[in-house]
């Protein structure tokens, strides 16, 4: 079901996804352009006291951060992405494979079928400019 969501109630969000993750977990982020992804990667590195913010907009594929604890939380974005092949020649594949990473992905259905099944995936949609719809699978 999904539920309604302003950018403050995303950010609570965020902090209490960020309690649940542990090494090797990894995120997937769907909806149309604008829908705030990144605005939640921004919130859950915050919430997990990463020294270095999301880049946004993001016009790399991939963005890692190192937490103070020394958990590497790899930020993807998918969105260039053309041919599955892509998705293990530009090793975004074994970050989101690897049993140590945090894996936060943006457009995963950029990777088809081939990407694992993710601790949470959460699919956001517009609903006006402060709102979003918001659906959470978890595992
Ligand atoms: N309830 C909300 N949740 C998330 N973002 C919101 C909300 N209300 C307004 N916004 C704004 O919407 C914008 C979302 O942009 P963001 O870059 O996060 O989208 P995106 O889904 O990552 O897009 P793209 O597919 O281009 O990467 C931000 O400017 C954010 O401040
Ligand atoms: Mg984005």
Redesign the pocket.
């Known amino acids: 079901m999904s539920k309604v ?3 403050p ?2 950010a609570a969000l965020a902090r209490t996804i960020a309690q649940t993750l542990a090494p090797g977990d990894n995120i997937y ?1 769907s ?12 919130y859950l590195l915050e919430a997990l006291n990463s020294p270095t913010p999301a880049s ?3 016009f790399q594929l991939i963005d890692e951060h190192t937490l103070p604890n020394n958990q590497v939380v790899a930020h993807l ?1 998918l ?1 260039r992405l053309t041919a599955p092949d892509d998705l293990y020649t530009s090793g975004v594949m074994s970050y989101i494979n690897d049993p140590q990473t945090i894996s936060v992905v ?2 995963p259905e950029r990777g088809e079928q081939l990407l694992p099944v993710p601790k949470h995936h959460l699919h ?1 949609a517009h609903r006006d ?4 719809h918001l659906t959470i699978e978890s595992k």
């Open positions: 969501y302003t950018e109630a995303l982020l909806g149309e352009l604008g829908t705030g992804k990144t605005t939640f990667t921004r946004s907009p993001t974005d969105y943006e457009w956001l400019e402060q709102s979003r």
